[in-house]
C-alpha cells in the first residue's frame, strides 16, 4: 500500500512554532482530499485540517475548531507535498501528528470521519511526534 511520510515534528516551549510536512506519491496527491490528524496519548484520533481533492475548484481548507486560527494547512503542487504550520502552540498540542489521504470531500465531516476510522481507511503515515511543554 502507497504510504505517506511526516517529518518536521519537534519539541517546542509553549507559544513556539513547526512547520510539518508530508510527502506521497503523486496519485495520492492528486487524487484525494488530504488533511492532518493527531493523537494525543490515551486519546483518540483527531481530524484537525484538511484540503479537498486538488482538482476541487474550491481549495478551502478545513479546521477543527480546537487549532483555527493558529494551525494553516497548505500544499505545494510541484512538491506533492502537503504543510502544516502550527503556531502558538499550547502543551495540549501534544501528541503523534500524521497527514492521511481517503476519498470523501475533504471538510470537517471528513476529518471526523476518517480520524473514527483511523489508519484503517485511506492512507496514512507512519507520524511525527510533537511536544510542546509549558
Known amino acids: 500500500q502507497e504510504q505517506l511520510m511526516e517529518s518536521g515534528g519537534d519539541s517546542v516551549q509553549a507559544g513556539g512554532s513547526l512547520k510539518l510536512s508530508c510527502t506521497g506519491s503523486r496519485f495520492i496527491y492528486t487524487t484525494y482530499p488530504m488533511g492532518w490528524f493527531r493523537q494525543a496519548p490515551g486519546k483518540e484520533y483527531e481530524g484537525i485540517a484538511a484540503l479537498g481533492r486538488l482538482s476541487r475548484r474550491d481549495g478551502r481548507p478545513s479546521y477543527a475548531d480546537s487549532v483555527k486560527g493558529r494551525f494553516t494547512i497548505s500544499r505545494d503542487n510541484a512538491k506533492s507535498t502537503l504543510y502544516l504550520e502550527m503556531n502558538g502552540l499550547k502543551p495540549e498540542d501534544t501528541g503523534k501528528y500524521y497527514c492521511?489521504?481517503?476519498?470523501?470531500?475533504?471538510?470537517?465531516?471528513?476529518?471526523?470521519?476518517?480520524?473514527?476510522?483511523?489508519?484503517?481507511?485511506?492512507?496514512w503515515g507512519q507520524g511525527t511526534q510533537v511536544t510542546v511543554s509549558a
Open positions: 492521511a489521504a481517503a476519498p470523501g470531500d475533504g471538510d470537517v465531516n471528513w476529518l471526523v470521519a476518517l480520524a473514527a476510522q483511523g489508519p484503517d481507511l485511506g492512507h
